[in-house]
């Protein structure tokens, strides 16, 4: 484990989802203020991050799929792993509710009887965080994410700056 002093420099990988909450830009030159280590960071998904980790090209991993984490520091990737946020996973649909999930508080519910109706449903697909939980959730529902072309795979995250 790399240690930082004063004038060093942090190398950091995180995702965007971290980076677009605008928190980094925020606590990062506080950090800087009272350590004098600078951090420069790459913004990407959770599988990307955590990858850029196991090569050894960042001191900091900062994502959000625990299975994920788990399975890195079990692989003797990373050490002293934290809970530092969460996020809500919200499913948004059509005003017209063909699923009938509005009100509901069960993610896995939801996605049951969105797939029951045959609705649309759009994936980010790209193999971050939020997707790999969505994948979570489409298993505990115990239905297929995938079904006659409803199920839209767009491969990218959803915010653009």
């Known amino acids: 484990m790399r240690r930082h002093r004063a004038g060093s420099n942090s190398k950091d990988a995180t ?3 971290t980076a677009n ?12 203020s ?21 090569q050894g090209d960042a001191d900091v991993v900062l994502v959000h799929d625990r299975e994920s984490e788990d ?3 079990a692989a ?7 809970d530092v946020m969460y996020n809500d996973f ?19 519910e939801a996605l049951k009887r969105i797939r029951a109706a045959g609705s649309a449903f759009v994936s980010r697909g790209d193999r971050s965080g939020t997707h790999l939980r969505e994948l979570q959730l489409w298993r505990a529902a115990g239905v297929g994410p995938k079904w006659g072309g409803y199920y839209l795979s767009i491969a990218r995250a959803w915010a653009r700056r």
Do not use: C, M
């Open 90 to 108: 919200v499913i948004v649909g059509a005003p017209a509710d063909p699923a009938q999930i509005r009100g509901l508080n069960d993610a896995a």
């Open 71 to 73: 399975r890195f520091v």
């Open 34 to 54: 009272r350590t004098g280590i600078s951090v420069q960071y790459v913004a990407v998904g959770t599988g990307a991050a955590l990858k850029i980790g196991e």
């Open 76 to 82: 003797g990737f990373g050490v002293n792993r934290r």
């Open 15 to 17: 995702t965007t989802s």
């Open 21 to 32: 909450t605008g928190l980094l830009d925020f606590l990062l030159p506080k950090f800087r």
